[in-house]
């Protein structure tokens, strides 16, 4: 099967659990208020695509490429982009629930998380350099052999990092947020 390409496209209201996405390669697109919940989008390419007000939770990203794509305003519950295409990855998330997400091994330099809901995510041996967590709930994520080198956490919440586990040399958090990187050594602070 051979893939097509789709470029400046917008497509808003469909329902693609129930009519699949046409398997191609999308290219400045926009995805508005879609629901792709379940669907496979293995071996899709998508660069410089928007998607807002989405549904893709528990679709398959197996050797999906994700090219300076944009997130708002959608539920990606239990995806596993440590199967998508590594090259060229580069994402960008903004008011997103990616709980029990998993980003495991990914190149995540640069990213920004805004406003988003992490939890139980895994980051472990993510490269998070220069990543923003900007108000994100990152209760229970893992973060395990992790680089964390000028990471932005200080407005981020909930999380729970081992610095011993992690490289985190110059990462940014709160004074609120310091218990975060306490916890593990079980000591109370007041």
Do not use: W
Request: proline share 2%; charged share 25%.
């Amino acid at each position: 099967m051979s893939k097509i390409f789709i470029e400046d496209k917008t497509f808003e209201k469909i329902d693609f659990e129930t009519n699949p996405l046409e398997f191609a390669e999308y290219e400045n697109c926009k995805f508005i208020n879609c629901n792709f919940h379940n669907s496979d989008l293995s071996n899709f390419a998508f660069a410089e695509c928007l998607f807002e007000t989405c549904n893709l939770s528990n679709s398959n990203l197996k050797n999906t490429a994700l090219r300076d794509v944009k997130f708002r305003d959608c539920k990606l519950l239990g995806l596993h982009f440590e199967n998508c295409n590594p090259f060229l990855f580069e994402v960008k998330f903004e008011k997103c629930s990616l709980n029990l997400s998993s980003f495991y091994q990914l190149n995540l330099k640069n990213t920004d998380f805004k406003k988003c809901s992490l939890q139980e995510c895994d980051f472990t041996e993510c490269n998070l350099s220069n990543a923003i967590f900007d108000d994100s709930d990152l209760s229970q994520a893992i973060f395990e052999n992790s680089i964390l080198e000028k990471t932005d956490f200080r407005t981020a919440f909930g999380y729970s990092i081992d610095p011993s586990k992690n490289r985190i040399k110059k990462a940014k958090f709160s004074l609120s947020g310091i218990a975060g990187l306490l916890d593990q050594h079980d000591i109370l602070i007041d």
